[in-house]
């Protein structure tokens, strides 16, 4: 590994540019559906933390955040289909419309479970935002997001939040890395 994060990238798959303008569309959209809502962003950590920054300051409507860890695919590039609660949420949500927003929809997975759990603490909508989703062929994930950025091809992706082995988040892109950096793991 160089000492450049940009060395170990193939491919840029969304530039800068293209993230501001998709993050600034779910925020227009999500002020317009939640006017008079008050939403709870959930953050999912870490991965969604970058996403759900810019997110928040593209609604211009009032809501709040919490934050909520989960781990689904430990330091490897495998979805482990196993979904532990790492940290909980600190708000009460019940009677709350709560907005869980997601770095990426994989297998769906992780988020199918989050959705589930809110929904059990009786709150009073439960909707998905997430910034990616990956085209999976022949398979249909579990739950549909009301909102979603855009979509990626089933490939392991990096920066903006997502990370391989806790690295890469604070590439400002999203992109593909290299395989040689997975090699030298
Ligand atoms: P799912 O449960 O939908 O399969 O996966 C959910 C989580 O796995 C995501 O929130 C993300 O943290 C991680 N994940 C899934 N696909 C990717 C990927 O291509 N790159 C990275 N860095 N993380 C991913
Ligand atoms: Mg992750």
Do not use: E, F, I, P
């Given at each position: 590994m160089s000492g450049r994060l940009d060395s170990d990238i193939e491919k840029v798959l969304i530039s800068e540019e293209e993230i501001a303008a998709i993050v600034s569309r779910l925020g227009e959209r999500i002020s317009v559906d939640y006017a008079d809502k008050n939403p709870l962003i959930v953050s999912v950590l870490r991965g969604a933390f970058i996403f759900v920054a810019d997110l928040m300051r593209a609604i211009t409507v009032p809501c709040n955040v919490d934050f909520m860890a989960v781990s689904s695919?430990?330091?490897?590039?495998?979805?482990?289909?196993v979904v532990n609660i790492v940290k909980d949420l600190s708000?009460?949500?019940?009677?709350r419309y709560v907005i869980i927003a997601e770095d990426i929809l994989d297998t769906g997975l992780t988020l199918a479970r989050l959705v589930e759990l809110i929904r059990g603490r009786d709150a009073a909508s439960v909707e998905v935002c997430a910034f990616l989703v990956k085209d999976i062929e022949g398979y249909t994930a579990p739950l549909s997001p009301k909102y979603v950025g855009t979509h990626v091809p089933n490939e392991f992706i990096v920066g903006y939040g997502l990370d391989y082995a806790e690295g890469y988040?604070?590439?400002p892109y999203v992109g593909v890395l290299k395989p040689e950096v997975y090699a030298e793991k």
């Open positions: 695919y430990g330091d490897g590039v495998k979805s482990t289909g708000t009460d949500v019940a009677g988040r604070n590439l």
